[in-house]
């Protein structure tokens, strides 16, 4: 098997944590060559692992493009408002781009990407993780066997759970909007992507509601102070406490804010970064629920809701067919005939790969297909990424327009014709 080479762009949690580690554990199969990473820290310990030399490892993804191509494939994990320089930049200089969701908060940026791929002649696959786990993907198997006949409707709902919501949406990256991306797109573009795969038509319509209903300012419990470490006098009794869940069960989380998890790193960084920050006095404008209908071409419907308020971080859906339907959460998918009344259980493995699986299997489908490219697309190609995350803005737009139906035509028709 050829080994191929690849340069990371962005070594934080998703790209040097989830999708890197694939090169150390099938060497033969993947090499990183080269690192861009604005961190110091994060750029030698990437180089460490990886034995890159000092010479390939850059302060920005500018100084590492502005080089001829150094290797096979671009893999780029910055910030969600960063990922269109670069790649376009990658795509130009004929790398296969390897690009973590979302592709951008601005729809023409996203569309952009997709024709630059295509001009180029190369692979641009958006890191939709959950098409490459065993548990989607023997969902998706059932439905295309006829198993439950055809789809009449779907309803999904993301559990994000009450800590990974304040972690991630109300003190960490993806908070604000203006900085980041909006829940729909930072979180549940995932969720677009999944119901669009399983659906296989287009969605033709869609209305949104939600809104940031708890963690705001007036919710604050009388003795709230801006940090929890500091004399919270609520602290305590508070359950989104920082130092409990950083310092507990949450420990492992902290790496997002320190390099070495100890309890005085953790203690320090609680005292000197967003994630210590009272949740009810941060800058979060990201919705804390939201749900979203859909209409697909062929009069199928699917509901999704989003809500962070749940004690577990979880998925679950239910798939109604004219023959038989499908229940699934966790990593069990049950089927159930019509006719017979017999159901069928899928139990899916425990996975040791992050997102069930989904963070190697997408590695490895992507180098699969890198070898053997002759034009196509991958299987969560921009072009198809392009379909779900034009969901996602148009389900944005109806919530912000007090749940207005959007028709996805009309709705890129006007992103086309909007001036430059």
Known sequence: ???LTAILIGAGARGAQSYAPYALDYPHELKFVAVAEASESRRSNFAGLHNIPSDCCFESWEQLLGRPQMADIAVICTQDQMHYEPTMQALEKKYHVLLEKPMSPSPMECIEMELVSKENERLLTICHVLRYTPFWSAIKRVISDGKIGQVVSIQLNENVGYWHIAHSFVRGNWNNSETSSPMILAKSCHDMDVLSWLMDQPCERVSSYGSLMHFRSENAPEGATDYCIGGCAVESKCPYSAPRFYLGEGKSWARHFVNELTKENIVKGLQETNYGRCVYKSDNNVVDHQ????EFANGATAMFSMCGFT???????????????IRAEDNKIVVRDFLTHEETVIEIPLQTSGHGGGDSGIVRSFLSEVRSFAGGESLSSASASVRSHMMAFAAEHSRLHNGKSVELNEFYKSIMNTPD
């Not at 749900?291 to 859909?294: A, I, R």
């Not at 998925?315 to 038989?324: A, H, S, V, Y």
């Open 1 to 3: 098997m050829t080994q």
């Open 291 to 294: 749900v979203v209908n859909m």
């Open 311 to 325: 004690r577990h971080q979880e998925r679950r859906i239910q798939i109604m067919g004219t023959c038989g339907e």
